[in-house]
């Protein structure tokens, strides 16, 4: 059996624990240094995974935006920017949503059997739409993207996803970001839900490091014996400045 991606876990967190605004309200939770470094962190993973709720209120493009590390990727062998994923049970997904429409990349789409027939018809083309059982978890996501050569996968929230990851103990890092500021508003989403994890007060997860970016602060806690396996492109990175540093 082919085995499971490395999983890279990343969010942003309000000081308070929330993901976001009080829907429909919207709130930056990084800086432009951080959203960088976030880019750096896409350019070295094969996929990018969000919840469908992600998808539909943020309209994300999931792309890596510096030219240089895409051309870093194209060097390295690797498409130009990773593949993008998404789970959904209702199949409401927006056809014209930037999911579908931004760059040209793999795209999957998971779904219990039952909805994946009818979504294949309407988003034909758009994207794979693989079903999974009565009900998707998230291991038979990654066993899946492993047999189609994800080696590396980047979870970017929302807190659904972020809870069945980390409760299921499928996590390799997570990258975790703290702003400063508080929401305070009961019905804004949550980093995670309630959840039986396995890191717990009498199993503390490592901490691997602490970084300041601006005004906020990088947590990367080391969540499995894969932790800081580097990807290939990073490892492959001083070489390939050199070679663009030539031209
Ligand atoms: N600050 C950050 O770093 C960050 C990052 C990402 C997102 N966010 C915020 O997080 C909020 C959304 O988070 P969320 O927790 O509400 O939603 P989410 O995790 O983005 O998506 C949840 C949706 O994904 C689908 N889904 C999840 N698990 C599934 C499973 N096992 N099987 C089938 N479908 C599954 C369902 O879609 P259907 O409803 O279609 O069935 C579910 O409603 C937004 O406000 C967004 O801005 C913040």
Known sequence: MTERPYVTLSCAMSIDGY????P????AMSNAADFDRVDEVRAGH??????ASTLRRDNPRLLV?????????????MPAGPAKVTVTSSGDLPRDAAFFTAGDVDRYVYAPVARARRLRSRIAGAATVVGLGERVTMAAVLDDLADRGIRRLMVEGGGQLLTQFLADDLVDELQLVIAPFFVGESRAPRVVGP????????????LAETRQVGDVVLLRYALSERFGRPAPVLRAQPRQLATLGAR
Request: proline content about 8%; cysteine-free; hydrophobic content about 40%.
């Open 19 to 22: 993901l976001d605004g009080d």
């Open 24 to 27: 429909p309200r919207r709130l």
């Open 46 to 51: 094969d996929a990018i995974m969000v919840g």
């Open 65 to 77: 935006r510096s030219a240089e590390r895409r051309m870093r990727r194209v060097e390295a062998g």
């Open 195 to 206: 959840g039986a994890f396995p890191w717990t007060a009498a199993r503390r997860a490592p």
